[in-house]
């Protein structure tokens, strides 16, 4: 299995903290970023070479500072646009680093404001009800209340199956929102998931993932969803962010007592 993870948006609901600064290079303790709490535990599950960053053109010169500071063994996959109206969008974005990258494996794919804790559980979790036939997506039970008209929404079974998908309901089918964690499989039905992709992309809209996993539900094509029972934040917007660095800084006080 190969790892994503995507970073090739603008940070526009931060407002000038987005400006110059990448959202997976906001800070959640004072040594971690949420790109380093993200690859610490994708490490557990995918080597470092197999890891690849796609972002833009714009912030690529700060993630290759970060990159070789770390000395970060992985890759990147560049988009070629400056500015938050010429980027690619999560799916398009997706395809074209799978494309570049030449993937041809399973692929862990994270979106790079999310923060899991505990993330190592959520990962073992996903890997382990993921079969090598079905799509997985991570699912965290928010609310109906929550969901409506901000979140991708999930029915799911017992064994796992999703039913039912719909992006920002306004009548939610479940208490369930998608997480933006993923495996896709090489294959779909003797599919290249490339190939799926494509041929979303040609109708489909390129950038809310909600709309593609609704296609795939559409389409028949088998979809699993992970039910996470811990933390989870976004940290694209302010408060969230500000809420995930003082659960990791205080949680970082209290392991070092």
């Not at 380093?36 to 290759?64: G, H, S, W, Y």
């Not at 041929?199 to 039910?227: M, Q, R, S, T």
Request: proline fraction near 5%; hydrophobic fraction near 40%; charge should be negative.
């Amino acid at each position: 299995m190969k790892a994503i993870i995507l970073a090739g948006g603008y940070g526009i609901r931060l407002g000038k903290m987005g400006e110059n600064l990448p959202k997976p290079l906001l800070p959640l303790t004072d040594e971690m970023t949420v790109i380093d709490n993200l690859l610490k535990n994708i490490r557990a599950q995918v080597p470092e070479e197999d890891i690849v960053i796609v972002t833009n053109t714009k912030f690529e010169p700060t993630f290759r500072t970060w990159a070789e500071e770390k000395q970060f063994k992985g890759s990147f996959v560049i988009e070629p646009h400056k500015t938050n109206d010429e980027k690619f969008g999560t799916i398009r974005g997706l395809a074209w680093t799978i494309q570049e990258a030449k993937l041809e494996d399973d692929v862990l794919v994270l979106a790079s404001d999310n923060v899991i804790h505990p993330f190592d559980d959520f990962l073992k979790f996903m890997t382990r009800i993921f079969d090598g036939k079905s799509a997985v997506v991570g699912a965290f039970e928010m609310g109906e209340d929550k969901i409506k008209g901000r979140f991708g929404n999930l029915a799911i079974e017992d064994d796992h199956r999703v039913t039912a998908f719909v992006e920002k309901p306004e009548v939610p089918v479940s208490p369930y929102a998608s997480m933006a964690a993923y495996i896709f499989p090489k294959k779909v039905g003797g599919v290249g998931m490339l190939e799926i992709l494509h041929k979303y992309l040609e109708k489909g809209n390129p950038d809310a993932p909600g709309h593609f996993l609704a296609y795939l539900v559409k389409e028949e094509h088998p979809l699993l969803g992970c039910i996470f029972g811990g933390k989870w934040w976004d940290v694209g917007k302010i408060d969230d962010w500000k809420s995930a660095n003082h659960f990791f800084t205080e949680m970082l006080k209290t392991e070092t007592k």
